[in-house]
């Protein structure tokens, strides 16, 4: 089937000031839906699988009991799938029996709802399979957050396999700041609040180099050594801007968190073709901490962007 977009691809660009800093720049969803379908659904999809299949242990993690949780995100997904897109994707419930189609893939699947075995993969394994977001369910208990699985086959830079079972200030500690400002302790309490029902959404970004959605910090070594090829000549068609499109949902059965992570990617010489990014990105760029853009993994060939936007901005 060809996927039909009612609507232009719309890149999110993530800067609202001239500066940035650490800061929870989180907003109300409206809309409150997870999904994003964008004309790279096919790529992407077939990606996500691609890694899941030959790198599984990196890219998907899950502690048992999340079990139940995980048929809650399941669910929740599904529903959302067959409501907004009822001609790509179909749900059939007879009782626990229920019939999955993806006719975007030509792929139909049926399962018995709460049985693990009835599925080739655990739950959020599965349904992640079939949509381009990443998903991450962060538990709350005993006043705390704690990452109890993810599918991550799009990380900047950090690994499920690593992370899996810390709790929130634990796996937030490599962020420069974020714990000494006293802002993790802010957003771990707002996130402790998040009700049912009133879903939230916030943008992180960095730059990349080349258009690599998996900068798995387990495979630095194929993609990290290409940041010394980035030269005053090529920074505009290889660099790209990378943002991540973050929406969190309190998940009513379960009360933990679904955290899911749409990736965009935007080279900046497609950038520049709007002037109002450019002088943006420019400002952000030179008033930019040295430790923020080296936490971020472009302090190398910050300058070099610098430049770039200073000519084309």
């Known amino acids: 089937m060809t996927l039909q977009m009612t609507q232009e691809k719309i890149f999110p ?9 650490y800061s929870n720049n989180s907003v109300a969803l409206d809309p409150p839906f997870l999904l994003d379908i964008t004309p790279e659904y096919f790529d992407e999809v077939e990606k996500k699988r691609t890694i899941l299949n030959t790198s599984h242990e990196r890219s998907f993690q899950a502690l048992p009991h999340s079990i139940e949780a995980q048929w809650e995100i399941l669910e ?8 907004l897109y009822p001609t790509y994707f179909q749900l059939e419930k007879n009782g626990d029996h229920w019939t999955f189609t993806n006719h975007l893939l030509s792929e139909q699947q049926t399962f018995i709802f709460g049985d693990p075995s009835s599925l080739p993969f655990e739950p959020l394994d599965y349904i992640g399979r079939h949509i381009q977001e990443d998903l991450i369910y962060v538990a709350q208990r005993d006043g705390d957050l704690y990452m109890d699985a993810g599918q991550l086959c799009f990380p900047a830079n950090w690994s499920i396999a690593f992370n899996l079972g810390m709790a929130y200030t634990e796996f937030h500690s490599p962020v420069p700041h974020f714990s000494s400002s006293g802002l993790a302790e802010k957003v771990k309490n707002f996130l402790l609040r998040m009700e049912p029902g009133k879903p939230w959404t916030r943008l992180n970004w960095t ?4 258009p690599i959605l998996d900068t798995f910090p387990e495979s630095f070594d194929m993609w990290g050594p290409i940041k010394d090829q980035v030269t005053a000549e090529n920074v505009g068609q290889c660099v790209y801007l990378r943002v991540e499109d973050q929406k969190l949902f309190r998940l009513p059965g379960s009360n933990g968190i679904l955290f899911s992570i749409h990736t965009h990617l935007m080279a900046l010489d497609e950038l520049i073709q709007n002037e109002e990014w450019a002088t943006r990105l420019y400002h952000v760029l030179t008033d930019l901490p ?5 936490y971020k993994g472009f302090l190398s060939y910050k300058d070099k962007m610098v430049e770039f936007l200073k000519k084309n901005k």
């Not at 929740?76 to 409501?83: G, P, R």
């Open 13 to 21: 660009f993530p800067f609202k000031a001239d500066s940035y800093r």
């Open 76 to 83: 929740m997904i599904m529903a959302e799938m067959t409501s």
């Open 207 to 210: 730059m990349t180099v080349e």
């Open 290 to 294: 040295e430790y923020i853009a080296e």
